[in-house]
Structures are given as structure tokens and as C-alpha cells.
């Protein structure tokens, strides 16, 4: 494993190009074919969630990290349908009607399959050219590859049981807090540059204390978010499936993860509610991480019943701990 450094300048080498360019060379170059192995382990899963981010970062609409999830579950399933050009994922599905399912999907604008957790607790997929697609009206989701789909349950096959949905569900919970926290990450780093940069008064920012507690709360949340992300891959390494893990990370980046964005957005100022600077897609990509797959009260309630009662090791995220009062003389 490395720090991430060299994915990354690879990666911004390829997504220079157009969108279409940019994916097919991330298939050419097999950044998209860092799948498990058949025994459920995933040792380049590290290099997969800095895959997701960085191209999350650089506000591209290439959902990666829909596809590697996808292409993940297909893996552990033995179906070779992940050799497809693109794979998306149904994040929240519901009767529609004349017996249809509808849903949201995260997914290119024309995905090749679509795999869902279908309403009798199995696994599905679908050919991509038997859906329907359409914009999403959540406004929210504009730009990130979310949009409405609807189907034919017979156009429907079942490839997985109720376990097989639970690690699906995992590990598309595990790349939207990649996606999103790899993008939150880039913007607190430039907010951090831009506070050190800008001068204001004959000083860098910077050297205002109120937005040094700011920027310091805004850098917490970024480590936090390095760490999360790092137990997570801990677990599918481990072959446990990081399930648990995968769900914190996911509640982090749609509590944490927001407030995050929204702070270096307003840390640039006047300039950093402008579309050209592009830290409106880290704020984005928080929110679709917040609101997919149930929304929040869904993720921290998977967290819940994956969670021993009683004291257990973990992280801590201090920016959230209420300050001491010291107690009152007797």
C-alpha cells in the first residue's frame, strides 16, 4: 500500500481528457478491475477508495465508485457480468406502478447492468437497456450520477441472497463516504492553502484566530475522515467485509463530511460559492453520500445493529464533544 500520492497524479493525468476518454482509460489501465478475490478478501481496496475519491475530487461525472461496488459483488457472486464497460447500483427502491420498480440509481447516463437489493430480500441485476432513465428532481443530486429508474420485475434477475445484499449494500455504503470523503478532503486542503495564501490587512488569513479555529476544526474532520476510511479497508482486507465500518464511514461523510464542505466553501469567501472553483462537487458528493441508501436515520440504525452494547474501541471525533464545565465550588 502507498499513501495514496502516486494513484492520485496518475489519476489526474487521465481525467484531463473528456469524460468518455477519461473512463475508457481508467478500464484500459485496470484502475477499474480492483476487485476481491474469491475468497472475499480485497487487498487493493485502499487504491480503490483513492480511485473513487480522487476522480470525486476533480468533479467528474464518472461513477466509480457505483461501478466498483458493482463490480465487487459480481466478483464474490461468480458472475462474469463485471467484465461490462459500466455497472451501476439502485440505492433506494419502491413498487411503482403496473407492477414496475423504481428507484434511484447511481450510475452513468447509460450503464450496461444495474444491480439492486430486490423487495423479497435477494440480489438482482438488469441490462442497463431495460431500464428507464430520468433526471432526479432532488436538486441536490445534480451533476453526481444519480437519477430515477424504473424497470420490469420480470427484466430482473436474481444473482444473490439476503447475505450477498448485506455485503452489497456495505460496500456501496463504503463508496459514497470514499467518493465524498475524498472529495471534502481536497476541499479542506485547499481551504487550508487559500487561508495561508490570501492576505488580508497586510496578513495571510490565516493569522486571524477565529479562522484558525475554523480551519483547525475543518483539518480534524479531514483526518478523521483518512482514518475512517482506512478501518473500513481494514475490514474487507481482513475478509470480514468492514460492514461495520463501512455504515460509520458513510454516517461520518453525511454529518461531518457536510459540515466540512460547507466550512471551506465559506473560508473562501465571496469566491467560494462559485461554480468555477468547483468545491460545490465536495458538497454535493457529502449530500448524495447523506441521502442515498436509506438517508441517515437508515445508516446510523445499520450501525446500531452492527454494534456491541457497551464500551468498545473506536475513534472519537473530538470536534463533536461537548466543552467541560468545570464543576462548581461547594
Known amino acids: ?86 455497472l451501476g447500483v439502485v440505492t433506494d427502491l419502491w413498487a411503482g406502478e403496473e407492477g414496475r420498480l423504481e428507484g434511484r440509481c447511481w450510475s452513468s447516463a447509460a450503464p450496461d447492468h444495474v444491480l439492486l437489493a430486490l423487495p423479497d430480500g435477494t440480489l438482482g441485476i438488469v441490462p442497463g437497456a431495460s431500464c428507464a432513465l430520468a433526471a432526479d428532481p432532488m436538486p441536490t443530486f445534480d451533476q453526481v450520477d444519480v437519477r430515477r429508474i424504473s424497470m420490469a420485475r420480470d427484466d430482473v434477475d436474481q444473482i444473490g441472497d439476503l447475505q450477498a445484499v448485506g455485503v452489497h449494500e456495505s460496500a456501496v455504503a463504503f463508496f459514497l463516504a470514499a467518493e465524498a470523503l475524498g472529495a471534502v478532503q481536497d476541499a479542506a486542503e485547499r481551504a487550508l492553502a487559500y487561508l495561508n495564501d490570501r492576505h488580508a490587512f497586510g496578513q495571510p488569513l490565516g493569522s486571524f484566530q ?49 459540515w466540512a464542505a460547507e466550512q471551506a466553501i465559506q473560508l473562501h469567501g465571496g469566491i467560494g460559492f462559485t461554480w468555477e472553483l468547483g468545491l460545490h462537487h465536495a458538497l454535493r458528493r457529502a449530500q448524495r453520500a447523506r441521502l442515498l441508501l436509506g438517508g441517515p436515520s437508515r445508516a446510523a440504525a445499520e450501525v446500531v445493529a452492527r454494534t456491541d452494547v457497551g464500551p468498545r474501541p473506536g475513534l472519537t471525533d473530538w470536534t463533536l464533544r461537548p466543552i467541560p464545565l468545570e464543576p462548581l465550588a461547594p
Open 1 to 86: 500500500m502507498t499513501d495514496g500520492a502516486l494513484e492520485r497524479d496518475a489519476l489526474a493525468k487521465l481525467l484531463r481528457n473528456e469524460d468518455a476518454a477519461a473512463w475508457a482509460a481508467l478500464k484500459d489501465d485496470g484502475w477499474l478491475d480492483l476487485v476481491p478475490e474469491e475468497d472475499g478478501t480485497w487487498p487493493m481496496v485502499t487504491t480503490a477508495a483513492t480511485v473513487a475519491g480522487v476522480v470525486a475530487s476533480a468533479g467528474r461525472s464518472l461513477p466509480v465508485g457505483a461501478h466498483l461496488a458493482a463490480a465487487a459483488t459480481l466478483a464474490r457472486v461468480g458472475d462474469q457480468r463485471g467484465d461490462a464497460g459500466s
Open 210 to 258: 477565529a479562522l484558525q479555529h475554523r480551519a483547525v476544526d475543518v483539518y480534524t474532520v479531514g483526518r478523521m475522515a483518512t482514518s475512517l476510511l482506512d478501518l473500513a479497508a481494514s475490514g474487507w482486507v481482513e475478509a470480514d467485509l468492514g460492514s461495520t465500518a463501512s455504515w460509520q464511514a458513510k454516517v461520518f461523510a453525511g454529518s461531518r463530511g457536510v
